[in-house]
Structures are given as C-alpha cells and as structure tokens.
C-alpha cells in the first residue's frame, strides 16, 4: 500500500476509534454539585443514551476504512481516502446492521429472527429511555411550580425565586440537549432498522409509515368538563396547561388511557381520555399507542416508529414550553 495511503486508512482508523469512545458521564452532564433536585433523574436518562451509541458506531466505522480504502487506491491520494471515508462512512451507517446480520445468520428464517430480536430489544429501551425522560421532565416542571407557589406564599422573596427559576430553566436546556444528542443516536440506529427491514419485507419502511399514520389521526374532540393538561400521560404529572368544559381541543392516540391533546392555544399534553365525549370507537383508540399488533419485523418496525415519534413529539413539547413561559415565575 502506497505510504500516504497507509497513514490516510491508519489517520482514519484512528479516528474512527476515537469516535467510538464513550465520553464519561460527567462530560456529558457535569459534576455533581449537590444543589439539583432531578439529578436521580438526570443519570437515568443518560444512563439509557449509552445503549444507542454501542452498534451504530461500529457499523460506521466498518464504513469509513472501507471507504478510505477503496477511494484511496482508487484515486491514489489522501483526498480520494478522505472523500472514499466520509462516502463509507455514511453507507456504513445505514447498512452496517444488514451486513452484520447477514454475516452471522445461517439462512434466511435466522435472519428474520435475529432481527425481530435487536427490534424488541430496540423497542423495550425506548420505553426506558421515555420513561426516563419524562421522569426528569416531571421533576423539573414540579420543581418550576413550587418555586411559584414559595413566591405566592412569601416564604421566598422574588430575586430569590427569579435566581432558583434561572437556574431550573438553564439546566432543563442541558437537559434537552442531552435528549437531543439521545435522539439522534436512536435515529442513526433506525436508519440502519430501516435498511435491513426494507431488505427483508420489501418495501417495508413505507408500509410502516402509512400503518402508523393510519393509526395516528387527529380528531376534534368535546371535554365532558374542566381537565388540567399534563406534561406526560399520569395523573401525577406536572399540569401545563387546563382545558374548561365543553372546550373544543385536538387529539390523538396516547397511551395508559390518556389522550394526547393540544388546545386552540397550541399547548400539548395529555388528559385522561374519559374526560371527553367520544364515540366508542374513538375511546377505545384515543387512550392507547397506535401500535401495529404482532411481533413480526413489520409489525416490531411499526411499534419502533411509533416509539420513536413519541420520543421526539415529547422533546419539542418540553422545548415548547420551555420557551412559551414554563419557566416564568407568572406561569
């Protein structure tokens, strides 16, 4: 192998590595500083990221020294090696599970399996990590609400209260940016889902999507009466927003016997399903995930979008409200 070419694949080889260390958890969230009250729920949240980060990076780097290696031979230069990386790497991250499975399985049934396995691992983590999230989502806005109700009573002053607010405020952002990076790892995965799903029902990942849609649909519901909003679908989340009786709103499948609503002032949450006027077959689908039944990989692909989607409305609902006054003492 020319020399330039040795020392492009070894650079790139080293690189790669790099990329697949997992940074300490203190880096990605800080020291303890003993003044947080949601820190529990904080280390449970990153705790989840670290799962999505193991697979996606090795298929990548398969990508990117194969792609190193033959831009580089084929063009002879570090830039044909860098340009052959960065194309490498990019099909490395979306077709390296399929190459993987294909390389361990026997036949084709060991196939499906395999992946109907990673799918329902893929799956249960998700409810983890959503549960975490909304765990630490809760605890922040519960924490916002008792600083509020310190100033109402006057066992606080304001300026105490305007500094406790800042502060829950700018850790709620590291907060979101944390989901942030966690989401995007969970996409580069499903990127890689996709292709091996697509690869064995074909034309799988556009099924998925329109079952999914189908499910999804929003209706204009009625509320029986006054109905407080929750931040995630239990009785003891934080409240963000109320509905008043006979109160026209928007729904969708939620889950756990909640429906996912957002009012005529744009505020999504959850309210429990019961508290609308519904028809029967309304209320039989507005208080439950709109999942595809079975545990086929089609049906497994559909419960992951659905998951995944969930996770990412949840985020841009907390970003939302962060920004719209979720964080103001007047909230």
């Given at each position: 192998?020319?020399?330039p070419i040795?020392?492009?694949?070894?650079?790139?080889?080293?690189?790669?590595?790099?990329s697949?260390?997992?940074?300490?958890?203190?880096?990605?969230i800080g020291?303890d500083d003993?003044?947080?009250a949601?820190?529990?729920?904080?280390?449970?949240?990153?705790?989840?990221?670290?799962?999505?980060?193991?697979?996606?990076?090795?298929?990548?780097?398969?990508?990117?020294?194969?792609?190193?290696?033959i831009?580089?031979l084929?063009?002879?230069r570090?830039?044909?090696?860098?340009?052959g990386?960065?194309?490498?790497g990019?099909?490395?991250a979306?077709?390296?599970?399929?190459?993987a499975?294909q390389?361990?399985?026997?036949d084709?049934?060991?196939?499906?399996a395999q992946?109907?396995?990673?799918?329902s691992?893929?799956?249960?983590?998700l409810?983890?990590?959503?549960?975490?999230?909304n765990?630490l989502?809760?605890c922040?806005?519960?924490?916002?609400?008792?600083?509020?109700?310190?100033?109402?009573?006057?066992?606080?002053?304001?300026?105490?209260?305007?500094?406790?607010?800042?502060?829950?405020?700018?850790?709620?952002?590291?907060?979101?940016?944390?989901?942030?990076t966690?989401?995007?790892?969970?996409g580069?995965?499903?990127?890689e889902?996709d292709?091996?799903?697509?690869?064995?029902?074909?034309?799988?990942k556009?099924?998925?999507?329109?079952?999914v849609?189908?499910r999804?649909q929003?209706?204009?519901v009625?509320?029986r009466?006054?109905?407080?909003v929750?931040?995630t679908?239990?009785?003891?989340?934080?409240e963000?927003?109320?509905?008043?009786?006979?109160?026209?709103v928007?729904?969708?499948?939620g889950r756990?016997?909640f429906?996912?609503?957002?009012?005529?002032?744009g505020?999504r949450?959850?309210?429990?399903?019961?508290?609308?006027?519904?028809t029967?077959?309304?209320?039989?689908?507005?208080?439950?995930?709109?999942?595809?039944a079975?545990g086929d990989?089609?049906?497994?692909a559909?419960?992951?979008?659905?998951?995944r989607?969930?996770f990412?409305?949840s985020?841009?609902?907390?970003e939302?409200?962060?920004?719209?006054?979720?964080?103001?003492?007047?909230g």
């Open positions: 192998m020319p020399r040795y020392r492009a694949t070894a650079a790139l080889t080293a690189a790669v590595m790099l697949a260390c997992v940074s300490t958890q203190a880096g990605r020291a003993g003044r947080d949601c820190r529990a729920e904080l280390v449970a949240l990153d705790s989840t990221g670290d799962f999505y980060g193991e697979a996606i990076l090795q298929g990548a780097a398969i990508g990117a020294v194969g792609g190193a290696l831009g580089g084929a063009s002879g570090w830039e044909g090696a860098l340009v990386a960065v194309a490498g990019a099909a490395g979306a077709t390296g599970y399929w190459v499975v390389r361990q399985a026997q084709q049934a060991a196939v499906t992946i109907v396995n990673d799918l691992r893929e799956n249960a983590q409810d983890r990590t959503q549960v975490a999230f765990q989502m809760d922040r806005f519960h924490s916002a609400a008792r600083v509020r109700v310190a100033l109402r009573d006057g066992r606080i002053s304001r300026p105490a209260a305007q500094a406790q607010m800042a502060d829950i405020r700018a850790r709620t952002e590291r907060d979101i940016q944390l989901a942030r966690i989401s995007g790892r969970i580069t995965r499903a990127a889902f292709t091996a799903v697509d690869n064995v029902v074909p034309g799988g556009d099924s998925v999507q329109r079952a849609a189908s999804s929003s209706v204009r009625t509320a009466q006054s109905v407080p929750r931040l679908p239990s009785s003891s989340s934080a963000v927003a109320q509905i008043n009786a006979r109160e026209v928007s729904a969708r499948p756990d016997g429906t996912l609503v957002e009012t005529s002032s505020v949450g959850y309210a429990p399903t019961s508290a609308f006027q519904t029967r077959g309304q209320a039989a689908t507005l208080g439950q995930s709109p999942e595809v079975g990989v089609r049906s497994l559909a419960t992951n979008l659905v998951r989607e969930g990412n409305d985020l841009g609902n907390v939302r409200l962060a920004q719209s006054g979720g964080f103001e003492l007047a």
